[in-house]
C-alpha cells in the first residue's frame, strides 16, 4: 500500500508530529514498507499454526509460606521517637 505526500501530511498532523518538507519524501518511503510488510503479515495463512503460550498459563514455582524470623516489633521500636500499642507514631502531614 503506497502513500501520497498528501497522507504522510495527515498522518503527522493527526500524531502531532511537526515533519520538514524536505523529509515529506523519505517518510512516504519508510511508511509505505511499513504498510507493505503489514499486508505482507496478513497474508499469511495462520489457519493451522497453534498459537503461542501465554506467559500468564505457566504454573510458577512458590516457596513455602513459612515464618523465617521472630517478631522484633519491641526491638525495632525501642530507637522510634514514638509509638504507641505497637505502631510508629508519625507527625501528621495532612490536615
Same mark, same amino acid.
Given at each position: 500500500?503506497?502513500l501520497?505526500?498528501?497522507?504522510v501530511?495527515?498522518?503527522a498532523e493527526?500524531?502531532?508530529?511537526?515533519?520538514?518538507?524536505?523529509?515529506v519524501?523519505?517518510?512516504?518511503k519508510n &511508511?509505505?514498507s511499513? +504498510? %507493505?510488510? $503489514?499486508?505482507? /503479515?496478513? @497474508?499469511?495463512d495462520t489457519a493451522n499454526?497453534?498459537p &503461542?503460550?501465554?506467559? +500468564? %498459563?505457566a $504454573?510458577q514455582? /512458590?516457596? @513455602?509460606?513459612a515464618?523465617?524470623?521472630?517478631?522484633q516489633?519491641?526491638?525495632f521500636q525501642?530507637?522510634?521517637?514514638?509509638?504507641?500499642?505497637?505502631y510508629?507514631?508519625?507527625p501528621r502531614?495532612?490536615?
Open positions: 500500500m503506497a501520497d505526500q498528501n497522507q501530511r495527515d498522518i493527526l500524531a502531532r508530529l511537526q515533519i520538514d518538507e524536505t523529509q519524501d523519505e517518510y512516504q &511508511l509505505s511499513i +504498510l %507493505d510488510l $503489514v499486508d505482507q /503479515l496478513a @497474508a499469511v499454526v497453534e &503461542l503460550a501465554h506467559p +500468564l %498459563d $504454573v514455582r /512458590l516457596r @513455602a509460606d515464618v523465617t524470623e521472630d517478631n516489633r519491641e526491638h525501642q530507637v522510634a521517637p514514638a509509638t504507641a500499642e505497637g510508629f507514631l508519625v502531614v495532612v490536615e
